[in-house]
């Protein structure tokens, strides 16, 4: 079966201290994946998506970036984290890109970012 | 930009009773999905209904969809306390094949 593992849980950072999120997938092969942030209360805004190794599409300007280095690990990073950089944030994948296909999108348990 | 807007933004019911949440939109879209979220957690898929659909089931859940209304809703039949979570609407939009556009979701609390 598949799986999504995202880690750490929790993280608390210095302003302008570097980030690295990890998310790895289990039981599939060429998974479409997505970071997200989800603000307290609100939906989700998608930040990064990507289709295959090394390839991302950003979806909004930002302070952050994403890599695929290998089929099924996504990292999203920043060199200098900003205040405005805290936030839930959650990877996911699915088999059909964008609309999530029959299943929908499969969700991290998320990280918890506290920039202070 | 938020297309799904759901409606109500908190509800709070008695465990038994039937949850109700809608959920509009204002495009064309391909599907709507729902999603549940527990506190400090990711989401869980729970239930896809295609452009072409009125009314899907899957066991306690009931969602319907009018595409006419740009409108969907998702019934939850005999609530547990465990139903205790923010739902989430997303459609996936004719015009965009690579993204979902999220709604800010409705606190459902559960009491009992």
């Known amino acids: 079966s598949q799986t999504i593992h995202q880690w750490p849980a929790t993280l608390v950072q210095p302003v302008g201290s570097p980030l690295s999120l990890e998310c790895t997938v289990e039981?599939?092969?060429?998974?479409?994946l997505y970071w997200y942030r989800q603000a307290a209360g609100r939906g989700l805004q998608l930040l990064f998506y990507s289709v295959g190794i090394g390839q991302i599409s950003s979806e909004v300007p930002q302070n952050l970036s994403a890599s695929r280095p290998q089929d099924r690990q996504f990292i999203l990073s920043s060199k200098k984290l900003l205040l405005s950089d805290s936030g839930f944030y959650l990877c996911a994948w699915s088999v059909t890109l964008g609309t999530g296909g029959k299943y929908g999108y499969t969700f991290g348990s998320g990280t918890r970012l506290t920039v202070v | 930009s938020q297309q799904g807007e759901e409606d109500p933004q908190a509800l709070s019911i008695q465990e038994g009773e039937n949850a109700t949440m809608n959920c509009s939109y204002k495009t064309s879209i391909n599907n709507l999905q729902w999603y549940r979220q527990n506190s400090g957690r990711g989401l869980v898929h729970l239930i896809l209904i295609r452009s072409n659909e009125r009314e899907k089931h899957s066991g306690r859940l009931r969602v319907t969809l009018d595409t006419s209304k740009k409108s969907s809703s998702l019934l939850i039949t005999a609530s547990r306390a465990a139903d205790t979570a923010s739902y989430f609407c997303?459609?996936?939009?004719?015009?965009?094949?690579?993204?979902?556009?999220w709604g800010a979701g409705t606190k459902l609390i559960i009491k009992p």
């Open positions: 039981g599939t092969s060429n998974p479409n």
């Open positions: 997303a459609t996936a939009p004719r015009e965009s094949n690579y993204q979902l556009i």
